[in-house]
């Protein structure tokens, strides 16, 4: 290699590692910038909760009848018969049509297992209705729920599913409380920087978690939010990831 070889060859070389240079220190100061950007901002998860009382109830029941295939014509007599001693004690219960929903009878076989099933013995049939009472007069259902025993009293087979209780306000509950929950992050965004000299700025960005609707007193929430429906008394939680700017 001649001497004016060499010299380009290093020039190269120079280039070449003169241009490294400059895209590491381009690197560099974009590292050095996002760095800033984070440090420069905080992230907190805040909450907030209210205690509310339901006021929507649904009340849900069935009456049944368990028949031959032979005696079809009587089942169907004696459920529409416990339709109206049904009907009757709804309206003792002060209970209006408008919010009753009675479905139509279903039929459905029944299975012997130990007996195998055998085709030479004729098969029962259960005949079941169902009934559903929605209010917003909570103490109104709940008296309903309780009194059922005097439909069992006068013969018919009725069975009732545990009350179900709703609060109708929820969306508009948790309005309110999603500002609250932010503002509960600011304190705790306050708190962790209150020794570092700085001081929270302004909010950057937010976002709402999950809804949970709890029995009073309880704390057992669901990562994909949660509703009860077994009590009256509720607590309505909703959590806020709030970031903040640092200054």
Do not use: H
């Amino acid at each position: 290699m001649g001497a004016s070889e060499t010299k380009n060859f290093f020039k190269s070389v120079q280039f070449i590692i003169g241009l490294c240079l400059v895209i590491s220190s381009v690197i560099f100061s974009v590292a050095f910038y996002n760095s800033r950007i984070t440090t420069d901002s905080i992230s907190v998860t805040g909450s907030a909760s209210q205690e509310v009382v339901s006021d929507n109830a649904k009340f849900s029941g069935n009456f049944s009848r368990i028949i031959k295939l032979s005696n079809l014509k009587s089942g169907y007599e004696q459920m529409a018969a416990d339709l109206k001693t049904v009907k009757d004690f709804l309206a003792a219960q002060n209970i209006v049509d408008k919010d009753v929903t009675i479905s139509t009878v279903s039929m459905e076989q029944n299975y012997d297992y130990n007996q195998n099933n055998v085709s030479s013995t004729e098969k029962d049939y259960t005949l079941r209705q169902t009934v559903e009472v929605a209010s917003s007069d909570v103490t109104k259902i709940d008296a309903l729920a309780q009194a059922t025993q005097s439909l069992i009293n006068k013969g018919v087979i009725f069975s009732v599913s545990p009350v179900e209780y709703y609060y109708k306000n929820l969306p508009e509950t948790r309005v309110a409380l999603l500002s609250a929950a932010v503002a509960d992050a600011k304190r705790r965004a306050d708190e962790i920087v209150s020794g570092t000299g700085k001081k929270v700025g302004a909010l950057k960005s937010a976002a709402s978690g999950v809804v949970q609707v709890l029995p009073a007193n309880s704390l057992e929430i669901s990562d994909y939010g949660t509703y009860d429906t077994t009590k009256i008394n509720k607590n309505v939680m909703v959590t806020v990831k709030a970031t903040f700017d640092i200054n």
